[in-house]
Nanobody, 121 residues
Framework: QVQLVESGGGLVQAGGSLRLSCAAS????????MGWFRQAPGKGRELVAT????????YYADSVKGRFTISRDNAKNTVHLQMNSLKPEDTAVYYC??????????????WGRGTQVTVSS
């Protein structure tokens, strides 16, 4: 099993920045793919970004390309999401996710409990 704990959410004005962090514990060798999903009120869960073990392969949703950056530190079993130029439509609960193989748009093996990000206009 893998446990994921997010931190770094909060309230920020439009145009501001936040950095989310996710700490993994347990069978961390089962975290080949790590990433972030988000879910806004009344909407479905959206895959935001993923990164593979080496960090050499990343994915970003079109809605966040150029504004968000995902990174990971395997020595510390952490993954980060740097969010810049935030918009009100980025308001959502952000979930950290991990998978032993690959995170897809709808599937990840392990999930965190989520952290709230609110962007005011």
């Amino acid at each position: 099993q893998v446990q994921l704990v997010e931190s770094g959410g909060g309230l920020v004005q439009a145009g501001g920045s936040l950095r989310l962090s996710c700490a993994a514990s347990g069978r961390t060798l089962s975290t080949n793919s790590m990433g972030w999903f988000r879910q806004a009120p009344g909407k479905g869960r959206e895959l935001v970004a993923t990164i593979n073990w080496s960090g050499g392969s990343t994915y970003y949703a079109d809605s966040v390309k150029g504004r968000f950056t995902i990174s990971r530190d395997n020595a510390k079993n952490t993954v980060h999401l740097q969010m810049n130029s935030l918009k009100p439509e980025d308001t959502a609960v952000y979930y950290c996710a991990a998978d032993g193989l690959r995170i897809s748009n709808t599937h990840a093996e392990y999930w965190g409990r989520g952290t709230q990000v609110t962007v005011s206009s």
